[in-house]
């Protein structure tokens, strides 16, 4: 089966994941889907990545996913912004409940109460712990695989507590440090946005977003980090005992990231062949392919023998099968294998490998004696950089700066626009009267924008600074 163009962006992302074996689409609830066990395998290798991220200053945790009504329910800004997202249990059998229960839209409500157990004084700060669970939320915008669910399997949220609201500050910039490296390790370009504040996070201070830009030009966020200064630990009365003997409330910060990361992966490297996979998350990383003629097939297995003796520790498959070998390259390129070595009588000969990478149209021989894992991970870097290259081009092509508030509507049907913009309500609002979501102001501009970060704003001419508006999803 082919896949659709990827000009045809939505319905490329619907075809690629069912038929490269990502997500089974078919469960018979909206908004909730089944990993296949090749998608199973990427994201246990994506979610690597960002548990070995965590693990350098988080414990990992396990709460439950039922929190009661009247712990959800005390902050009263967090529960304004998801009341109409909880799932709730109201039944036990028969029975219904004495208090309900919700099913875990995100943690807060879960673990702070806990907190308010585990932090007594100054030594058990900062607290910074996070799991990766599952979360439900019932969106009422259109649902789709990976990007907006029902129920969200892969949340990683990671909460903190901290001593001031500066030292919580210092750990936003950390976390935020943290999703950098994640991403960059993906290829996948981003741009920090600070969320206006009308749009941050229900109980934060202020929120930073992680936002993409999609292949169809839509923005995508791919990740969250909120300071919560000390809003929820009045509302579950987390304090400390400081050295001075006087008890304070903590200030706290979370940040979470979903499989919204495979989406942006599979979309931002994919091609009309298939899925192109950077080489350390690939579930398979190279497949041999032996070319097989009547009469010569010893050679030729033998020599492959011996390449896959080398290939030990790496995740390879051994395609002997009967199909031709046109069919097999197809069939890994479709699961975006990264590197593929081809061996025929010839290359037996001669001991090489035929070698080509997935990114790439141009295929070269390399002597087996070269073949060992310093090269292969030099490949793997080299081939990390090209896509982030290749993300970056196709992300510029999609960004547009706006210099006239009356060109707006026009450019943002198409791009994510960038215009300068200052902190005023109604100029915010100004901007999302002709289209796009005013996602927010660059914490930092990204090295695939030139633009000055400082202008007249858009709307009023006062003083601005870089707002991206966009459609997003
Ligand atoms: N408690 C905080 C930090 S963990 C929190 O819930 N933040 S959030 O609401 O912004 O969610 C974190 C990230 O999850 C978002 O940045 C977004 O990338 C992703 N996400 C949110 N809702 C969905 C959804 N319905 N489907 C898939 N991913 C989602």
Redesign the pocket.
Known sequence: MSLPSKENFSEWFHEIIQTAEIMDIRYPVKGLYVWFPFGFKLRQLVYGKLREIMDREHSEVYFPALIPETELGKESEHIRGFEDEVYWITHGGLSPLDVKLALR????TAMYPMFKLWIRNHADLPLRVYQIVN?F?Y?TKHTRP?????E?TS?K???TAHRNYEEAEEQVKKAIGYYKEFYDFLAIPYMVIRRPDWDK?PGAVY?I??DTVMPDGRSL????V?HLGDNFAKTFEITYEAVDGNHYFVHQT???????CIASLISMHGDDLGLVLPFEVAPVQIAVIPILYKGKEEKVLDFSNELLEKLKGFRVVFDKGEERPGAKYYKWELKGVPLRFEIGPKEAERREVVVSFRDEKKKFSVPIEEINEQKISQWAEEMRARLRKKAVESIKLKLKFVGELSELSEIVREYVSIMHLCKNRDCGEEIEKHGGKLLGWLEEIPDFLEVSKEGECIVCGGKGSLAVSARSY
């Open positions: 839209p995100t943690s807060e979360t939320r969106e990976l990007i907006r669910l029902r969200i949340f949220e990671a909460h996070f929120t977003a992680f966020q791919i990740g969250t909120h979370c940040y979470g990231i979903s499989e919204r």
